[in-house]
């Protein structure tokens, strides 16, 4: 089965501190693609950041980073100097090579001023 | 720049009635998905379309049918609304074989109400 599993169902974080969401997955594909999505109180899907599991880089969109851990089935999101509208709600999401999204269950993220 | 389209934005509906979904994917994407969020509930894939063929098919119920037009759009066709219908139903486009590469755009969903 091809899952995607996200274990931390609410995060805080004070403003311009950093915190790491969790995300772990399973699958036998060797080629896949992995995504962070936030949605907002607006319900609106947004893409954070994507990681190719061909590639060993961690990618890297400006505050955000990933930790993708191939091996371990592991994809950490990590938020640097956490923003009052980096309050949302976050998806952990894979493409397991047959273009549909599969998602975690979420993990509601919550800034202290 | 130019955005997936959804309409109507928010529909009522009372059970067993019919609803139909619209979707307007950004100009010049092909492909069409629709994904189903209940409420505190991660979206869940229904179906797609590349084409207007249908290409991938989810946990999408018999009372529920789909299909892409020649321009297309897409439109989502509900059969006897039952109370557990009521969600957010996403629709998101891409161009080809690029939804493998993150270049799936969703548009800001469709909320049904089934009372």
């Known amino acids: 089965a091809q899952t995607v599993t996200q274990s931390q169902p609410e995060m805080s974080v004070q403003e311009a501190e950093t915190v790491t969401l969790s995300c772990t997955y399973d699958t036998s594909e060797s080629d896949y693609y992995l995504f962070w999505y936030k949605q907002p109180p607006s319900r609106q899907m947004i893409l954070v950041i994507r990681q190719e599991a061909y590639k060993q880089q961690n990618a890297t969109e400006n505050r955000f980073s990933v930790n993708f851990q191939k091996a371990a089935k592991s994809f950490s999101l990590k938020i640097s100097d956490s923003q009052l509208g980096d309050a949302a709600m976050y998806f952990c999401g894979a493409n397991f090579g047959n273009e549909k999204l599969t998602f975690g269950t979420g993990t509601r993220l919550t800034i202290i001023p | 720049a130019a955005g997936v389209i959804q309409s109507p934005r928010h529909l009522i509906k009372e059970k067993r009635e019919t609803a139909t979904l619209k979707c307007y994917p950004i100009p010049r994407h092909d492909t069409v998905y629709w994904y189903q969020q209940g409420p505190g509930q991660d979206p869940q894939f229904l179906i797609s379309?590349?084409?207007?063929?249908?290409?991938d098919k989810g946990s999408i119920p018999d009372r529920f049918s789909a299909q892409q037009f020649s321009d297309y759009h897409s439109e989502l066709n509900m059969s006897s609304l039952e109370l557990g219908d009521s969600a957010l139903y996403f629709c998101?486009?891409?161009?080809?074989?690029?939804?493998?590469?993150?270049?799936?755009?969703f548009g800001p969903g469709t909320r049904l109400t089934v009372t």
């Open positions: 998101a486009s891409s161009l080809g074989g690029l939804a493998a590469l993150g270049e799936q755009y």
């Open positions: 379309f590349y084409e207007k063929m249908q290409s």
